[in-house]
C-alpha cells in the first residue's frame, strides 16, 4: 500500500511538471503574478500578465498561496469581478485612477473567472478615440 501511495504521489509531480511545461509562458512560479490593464485604439483595452501579450482574455495558471496583482493603467475605471470559483476576498477591486491595484490572494486550489466593469473615461481622457466595441476583459485562473 505504501508503495502505491509513492508511485501516484510520483504520477501527480509528474503531471503537475508536465502542465507547467505546457503552459510555461501563462505560469507564474513564486511571487511575480501582473495583470496589467492598458488603453488601446482598437477595443478600448487589453491586458497582458507579467509583461506577455496584450489580449482581452487571459487564462493563467497559479500556485495555491498566490496573489494575483491587478493593475490598471487604462483611462478609465476597471472594478475586477469573480464571476465563478470558490470564494475568495478581493482586496480593493474598484481600481479608479491610473495605476491602482487590486490583489487578488489565492488560499484555495479550483478554477476562478473573473471579468472587470469598466466605468467612464476619466475627464482628462474623455476625448480619446476608440474602434470597434469594447472589449470585455475575461480571465480564468487556475489554481493548484
Ligand atoms: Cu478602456
Known amino acids: 500500500m505504501k508503495r502505491k501511495k509513492r508511485i501516484r504521489r510520483l504520477v501527480a509531480a509528474l503531471a503537475v511538471c508536465a502542465g507547467a511545461l505546457v503552459v510555461s509562458s501563462a505560469s507564474a512560479h513564486g511571487t511575480a503574478a501582473t495583470l496589467t490593464i492598458r488603453h488601446q485604439l482598437r477595443g478600448c483595452h487589453t491586458w ?3 509583461a506577455g501579450p496584450y489580449k482581452a482574455a487571459q487564462s493563467i495558471q497559479l500556485s495555491r498561496g498566490a496573489t494575483l496583482t491587478v493593475k490598471n493603467n487604462d483611462v478609465m475605471p ?8 470558490p470564494a475568495l476576498q478581493i482586496r ?25 466593469k469598466p466605468g467612464e473615461d476619466y475627464s482628462w481622457a474623455s476625448q480619446m478615440k476608440t474602434k470597434g466595441e469594447d472589449n470585455v476583459l475575461r480571465l480564468t485562473v487556475t489554481v493548484r
Open 78 to 85: 476597471h472594478k475586477l469581478v469573480r464571476t465563478s470559483g
Open 92 to 116: 480593493t477591486p474598484l481600481m479608479n485612477h491610473m495605476g491602482a491595484v487590486a490583489r487578488v490572494p489565492f488560499t484555495k486550489a479550483g478554477v476562478y473567472k473573473f471579468n472587470t
Open 48 to 50: 497582458s500578465f507579467n
